[in-house]
């Protein structure tokens, strides 16, 4: 059985993207399903020199706490 993987440079790419596009929600969720908190977020920001607005990732990271308290 393969372990499952979190917090990859895959899954990072694909939670941007999703933001990019608008579905915050499901950016959110992938947060949630993926492992990512805003540290996780940030260092993966930094690392790979993105140009897009690193207060999106704050927020994205808020919406994903919410969804993990509910």
């Known amino acids: 059985m393969t372990e499952k ?3 990859t440079e895959r899954q990072f790419l694909e939670i ?3 933001m ?3 579905n915050w929600s ?4 992938n947060c949630v399903e993926y492992g990512f908190y805003a540290k996780d977020l940030q260092d993966h920001y930094k ?3 993105l140009d897009s607005d ?3 990732y704050a927020e994205l ?3 994903a706490q919410k ?3 509910k």
Not at 26 to 29: N, P, T
């Open 54 to 56: 690193v207060w999106d």
């Open 26 to 29: 499901q950016a959110a969720a």
């Open 47 to 49: 690392s790979l020199g």
């Open 16 to 18: 941007t993207e999703t």
């Open 67 to 69: 969804l993990r308290t």
């Open 5 to 7: 993987q979190y917090r």
């Open 20 to 22: 990019i596009n608008g």
């Open 61 to 63: 990271a808020e919406l």
